[in-house]
């Protein structure tokens, strides 16, 4: 069998070492199977404490995905055993990508993401956490959850709210992709480096006179990456997001969601990535973007552990509703791309069914969760 994450130790000029997790599943698009996160979530922790280990670089095999999200097949299969009910399966899923992400966030030493080619959902997750997380010119990053019956979760509720001009609400209602100098833009990603650059910038790590501080190791690492991106940044794509400021700004102004929905799918514009981010939002899942919408306001004030806490709740119980595994079915599995959606518009969306989704299945003391950010 091989490895799903391949593990390595890269030995430095000076006697220190830089670690390598590589999510080793191209076929998949690196997708993040649970097998993955329980080899990586121990071996992180590992790292952070071994005193030789002075950066980590987390990397998917393969040119065409860094990680293109969870692993969506292996969740259908739960949900359908246990159709309409509660899951644990989900619920042991969830709870660990989030554990996951949340170490990545808060790891001590400078961690390296390399976001070449597809990240997405689970996979931006991961990669939004790093310190020092570097997009590439094949980048292509979304949360296209609204197409699978899901909402932006991995931290989405933290993150999304903390891009300028409403651009986390845009993406999160349509799942828009986009590219690496719309990452750098949004917060997303801190440096653009051509892919060609990976090797020699490898080997240059090798170089660095590592210190024991992981404080002066964060500024070296730094001063590297931004001396490579200066040898890139002419190759950099042009950046949507700046380009329709102005008018995402315009339709994600009105104070709720029925409006800004109808501002969306009714602005004139030519461009073709606006057009596909509007056609998404039209075939996506109404109670996914009701959902999306009220995480970003219940999620604006919040620590980024209790963004996740709130995430879990919402994710077991997407489990179990029922339009997260007809969204996967129609996608993935039948391929038919006719979801058979619970309601056919916003205004159709249950409030009782939003507040459902928001009541916690658990007390704050049994929270799987609980622990999160607390030393």
């Known amino acids: ?17 830089i670690a390598v ?9 690196n997708a993040l199977s649970a097998e993955m996160i329980d080899l990586l979530y121990p071996q992180l922790q590992k790292w952070q404490s ?28 739960e949900m359908k055993t246990h159709q309409g009910e509660f899951s644990p399966g989900i ?20 961690f390296i993401v390399w976001g070449n080619g597809i990240v997405m959902g689970g996979g931006l997750g ?36 903390r891009m300028p001009d409403n651009c986390g609400l845009f993406l999160g209602l349509t799942g828009a992709s986009i590219n690496a100098s719309d ?50 940044i002419s190759c950099a794509p042009q950046t949507k997001l700046i380009a329709h400021k102005n008018l995402i700004e ?27 981010a509007q056609k998404s939002l039209k075939h996506g899942s109404a109670l996914s973007a009701s959902l999306a919408y009220q995480q970003l306001q219940q999620g604006a004030s919040l620590s980024l552990a209790d963004c996740f806490r ?31 959606w619970r309601f056919d518009s916003i205004s159709a969306v249950n409030k009782k069914v939003i507040d459902w989704f928001f009541e916690s299945k658990w007390s704050q003391e049994q929270h799987p969760l609980v622990a999160l950010g607390k030393k």
């Open 310 to 340: 709130m995430e879990l709740n919402l994710s077991v119980k997407s489990g179990q509703f029922g339009e997260f595994v007809e969204g996967v079915r129609a996608l993935l599995i039948d391929k038919d791309n006719s979801p058979k």
């Open 183 to 232: 990452a750098k833009y949004c917060g997303l990603a801190d440096y653009f480096v051509e892919n060609n650059h990976k090797e020699t910038l490898v080997d240059q790590l090798k170089l660095i006179d590592w210190q024991m501080s992981n404080e002066i190791n964060h500024e070296l690492l730094s001063k590297l990456l931004m001396n490579f991106e200066q040898d890139s």
């Open 50 to 77: 071994q005193a030789d280990i002075v950066a980590v670089l987390l990397q998917g095999e393969g040119e065409k995905a860094f990680c293109a999200g969870g692993d969506i097949v292996h969740m259908y299969n």
């Open 1 to 17: 069998m091989t490895q799903v994450v391949i593990f390595q130790e890269l030995n430095c000029d000076n006697g220190k070492k």
């Open 91 to 110: 619920e042991e899923y969830f709870t660990k990508e989030y554990q996951l992400d949340y170490l990545i966030h808060s790891y001590s030493k400078p």
């Open 250 to 276: 315009q339709i994600t102004s009105a104070n709720n969601l029925n409006d800004i929905v109808a501002d969306i799918l009714s602005a004139q514009c030519e461009d073709k990535w606006f057009t596909r």
């Open 126 to 161: 991961m990669m939004v956490g790093g310190s020092h997380r570097v997009v590439t010119e094949n980048s292509r990053i979304a949360m296209p959850e609204i197409s699978i019956g899901l909402y932006p979760d991995v931290g989405g509720s933290y993150f999304l709210n």
């Open 21 to 29: 997790a590589t999510l080793n599943s191209p076929r998949s698009l």
